[in-house]
């Protein structure tokens, strides 16, 4: 008995099968899935574009255990390696803003079926409709309990992801069986979520507005992280690449009960001192220019009416007539706005999963539990997120090279 079953059809579950059949073909590897068509959440992600990677990732780009292990998981399959095997798999990439790499057709589902062809043509077995319920180390190997009866397995790779986005099939099932095997769970959070913001702030009457801040989170008093990027106002808060990056940070002190904040900077990276600065000198050289008209060159219109009432300052009011209190209130506002956020959208929005199974309990060379024998973990059940831009799927890629490295040179 030589077979390796790998739980979990994702980006990791099948880029493992494929990567451990393409270095051991004499090697049985059968892939289990829960769904009937396995794959959903690749097809949902990056705006059903699927960000497969970025041009740079390092460890600097994640959360979670330590970078050390991080930053020797990702050398198992560096990015120009990730960019060849989706081009030999017949998705060619481009690279946008930032560093984002998608397929050049913008199609999620070209990525998804180039792994499932890939797969088969490794000869990997895929039996999805086949959900995994409990894994027990056995005489040689695991008996797994599934949907379909049980089976036995020498090796056995959890790749079922953590708990965001639920509707396609990431339920923390993988999780529970982890913990039941002996491993330790990190604490789990949403992560890449939307931020909800106090009812009564003013988000509501500018949603669908987007523009560039700078985010600071404080925790317990303290600036924890500066986080800059693209923020969108929406009915229920905020969202966007700055708000999405900024979750993780909020949602682990509040897992922690600690004293967090949050401050937008709408002019990065000008500081107070910069910014009313800035006002002093229009004032003297655009006298009779009104606050509002100056201010909306600068940001949204919608936002600019709503900043300038959160400051009680007339729309109509020149910048010769802006008294030094006013001026200050409206610079402070400017580049320390707080935003009273309350939580987040919750898993069902989540991009990705914060916490999991304790990084230290894997061998980063082969992604082996250090726990049970003949046991490997990949993907987001681990304690790594990553920041948005293709740094999720990146650490599915390069945990599962690891993996199947590791299964190359092992029976068990």
Partial sequence: MNEVVVVGAGAAG??????????????????????????????????????????????????????????????????????????????????????????????????????????????????????????????????????????????????????????????????????????????????????????????????????????????????????????????????????LNASRVVLRAQLEELEVRITANLFPPATFEAVDARWTAAAATRPRTTVQNALAEELPASLTAALLARCSIDSGTTLTDLSRDARRTLSHTLTALPVPVTGSRGYNYAEATAGGVALEEIDPATMRSRKVAGLFLVGEMLDVDGRIGGFNFQWAWSSARAAAEGLAHSSS
Wanted: proline share 6%; with cysteine.
């Fill in 14 to 243: 099948l880029a493992t099968a494929i990567f451990a059949r393409r270095l051991n073909p004499s090697r049985p590897v059968v892939l289990l899935d829960g769904a009937v068509k396995p794959g959903a959440k690749i097809l949902v992600s990056g705006g059903s574009r699927c960000n497969v990677t970025n041009a740079i990732v390092t460890e600097r780009d994640y959360w979670g255990g330590k970078r050390t292990i991080i930053r020797r998981v990702l050398r198992a399959l560096p990015v120009a390696a990730t960019v060849e095997f989706f081009q030999e798999a017949g998705v060619t990439l481009k690279e946008e803003p930032n560093g984002k790499l998608f397929p050049a057709t913008d199609r999620s589902r070209d990525v998804l079926e180039a792994l499932l062809r890939a797969a088969s043509e490794a000869g990997v077995v895929l039996s999805p409709s086949t959900r995994v319920q409990e894994v027990t180390p056995a005489s040689g190997g695991f008996s797994l309990q599934t949907s379909r009866g049980s089976r036995a397995a020498a090796s056995v790779v959890l790749a079922t992801g953590g708990l965001s986005l639920p509707k396609t099939g990431s339920d923390g099932g993988g999780l529970a069986i982890a913990r039941r095997l002996g491993h330790t769970l990190v604490s789990t959070t949403p992560a890449l979520a939307p931020l909800v913001a106090d009812p009564g702030w003013f988000h509501a009457g500018i949603s669908g507005v987007a523009h560039d801040v700078e985010l600071t989170i404080w925790i317990g008093g303290r600036a924890s992280e500066r986080i800059r990027g693209a923020m969108l106002w929406t009915h229920f808060g905020v969202s966007g690449p700055v708000a």
